[in-house]
């Protein structure tokens, strides 16, 4: 049995990979089998810096022969290495499955011997959970950059998710801080898995069993010079064009000493804001250009949507009885709940201030942007913008480092995933 | 004003209803400690079957999601929470229709409240209740929820565990939805008698390190974890305490 020292070792390392998320699937559990996936998501237990855990992430070894500057298992740290078997991590899964302490596993690994051999035992752990333990929780195995795209495409067929992570937001900041990745070794698997998967869910009969949940990336934010514009046009491109589900953004932290890297952790509330900002893209039709430039960082003191309807005063107030619902959806302050609420409720009376307020609709912000009956509430131009930073600053309080950010409950909700 | 005191079942809260229906102003409750103005006058009721299923037919017909609704209400512990249903089911009989729409109306704000309050426990149970396995292999959870959800959570893991018997011990309530593989049930259980596992310790430690190692201690946050996971839970989770220590 795997002891508590291997296990320290090769899960500190897994928890800077943010993508804890456990939904978008529903694998059903089969006859004889342990577990199902459930789509929308559990959250098993949370952990003092505020975080869900859902998956067990592990590695399966951080011995590595790569030398990524950021990384703490890179070839040249001097950390303490371990390794565990395909059969031990099952076995732990499965422990833990039963247990109810967690969904399903999360798997990868340090480039060990080879990235064939790395991603070979990564693939062979996932087929037996499958067959051999019967095993029918979730499963997120991460793309191993220069293995073989057979091997991926034959892992992607047990698994429920799967991730090649960007790592950096440029391609010359890759050749600089991980010299041995390519961004053709990571973008070319997925262009890979994202063709199976279509050809997957037109095929009637097998339909979804791919990669049920997607594939996801990860970047670091901080560790390089690329401005917000750069990173969320690259983000878009990967939403849009590599069919991705989630982009997920790690505020630097310095935990290796290089010359190469800053000194000092890029701060959450940057991270925080990017999050916002992909939000709006994927879910209330924002385009990239409205809300950042090429060059430019979003706004510190005022969230994405704040700033971008300061700038596009001339769009409101909307009146709320009458606006279209993607119009709700830009006003700052409501969100898709709340759109939805309103659009319900106005189908049987018209709605005056005091109805959203009774409605829990939080109106501190979105007050500046809407009337109801043709009366307007709130402050206008300048005296708004004023207003918003107000209570923008209430939010963020000393912000970057430490959030309180995310004290109260509707801002609680928009930490996890950035809804705004 | 007229109380009228059920004995907490749903019988019996539609038989208030039925009994009070005609009443100006009565109001049901459940709860037996009231503080009582002078001029209140309590009226205790019988549950019977008869009337209960007279304004069950009723309501159905008007909207047949209603008694969904009222159902999951009832599982609150919120105080109110006949009352609030018996407002309601008036709301829904004087539109003649389905009003769950109505997002502005305060009795529907109401209702979904207390309603969301019960779901939203039983989406966070999927994720906290742990399960001990037992010498005999079953595993055992028990927790003690704020809403009356054991019956809805079983389907959830009786889907998961497949073939496996569990058992999920609502000791608030004492009782726990049982399963021996095949079928699962609802029984009343006072205190268990269990043997836990002797590996049971070794994954709880793991658990325990695991929980310990994923933690990023430079950004600690301990107000929004608790935000999402209540301090009133952590009795019965691992990672949290030390509870099922002294047992092995
Ligand atoms: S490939 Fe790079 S990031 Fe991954 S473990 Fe090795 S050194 Fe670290």
Known sequence: MLDADTLSILTESAKYDVSCSSSGSKRANGKGGLGNASVGGICHSFTPDGRCISLLKILMSNECVYDCAYCPNRLSSNVKRASITPDEICNLTINFYKRNYIEGLFLSSAVSGSPNRTMELLTETAIKLRKQYNFNGYIHIKGIPHADEALALKAARYADRMSYNIELPSERSLKLLAPQKTKDSLVSPMKRLRAAILCDRENAARRGALLPAGQTTQMIIGASPESDGQILRLTEYLYRHMGLKRVYYSSYIPVVRSPLLPSVPAGLLREHRLYQADWLIRFYGFDVNELCGEGENLDTDLDPKCAWALKNMHLFPVEINSAPPEMLLRVPGIGAKGAYKITEARRFCRLDFDNLSKMHIVLKRAKHFITCKGKFYGAEGNAARAALLIAGRSDSGECNQQLSLFSDRENAVSALTGEL | ?248
Not at chain 2, 34 to 46: P, R
Not at chain 2, 63 to 71: C, P, Q
């Open chain 2, 1 to 248: 004003m007229k109380i009228f005191l059920t004995d907490g079942t749903t019988t019996g809260f539609y038989t208030a209803v039925f009994d009070s229906y005609r009443e100006n102003g009565a109001v049901i409750t459940s709860r037996k400690n009231m503080q009582l103005a002078f001029d209140t006058e309590i009226v205790n009721v019988a549950a019977d079957a008869e009337k209960a299923t007279r304004v069950r037919n009723k309501l159905d017909k008007l909207d047949r999601y209603a008694a969904g609704d009222v159902d999951l209400a009832l599982r609150s512990d919120d105080s109110l929470k006949e009352q609030t249903s018996f407002e309601y089911i008036k709301l829904i009989v004087k539109s003649g229709r389905a009003v769950r729409r109505q997002l502005s109306v305060p009795a529907v704000i109401e209702m979904s409240e207390i309603i969301g309050r019960v779901t939203g426990e039983l989406h966070k149970m999927k994720g906290f209740l742990r399960f001990m396995e037992t010498e005999s292999g079953a595993l055992y959870a028990p927790y003690a929820p704020d809403n009356d959800i054991t019956d809805l959570i079983a389907p959830h893991f009786k889907a998961r565990f497949g073939q496996q018997r569990f058992a999920v011990h609502d000791v608030k309530r004492k009782k726990a939805a049982l399963c021996d593989g095949k079928t699962w049930f609802m029984a009343e259980v006072g205190d268990a008698d269990i043997y836990i596992s002797e590996y049971e310790k070794i994954f709880e430690d793991l658990w325990r390190k695991y929980y310990v190692s994923v933690n990023i201690g430079e950004r600690p946050h301990e107000k929004q974890m608790k935000g999402y996971m209540p301090v009133r839970y952590w009795k019965f989770l691992p990672e949290k305490n030390g509870f099922y220590d002294d047992k092995t």
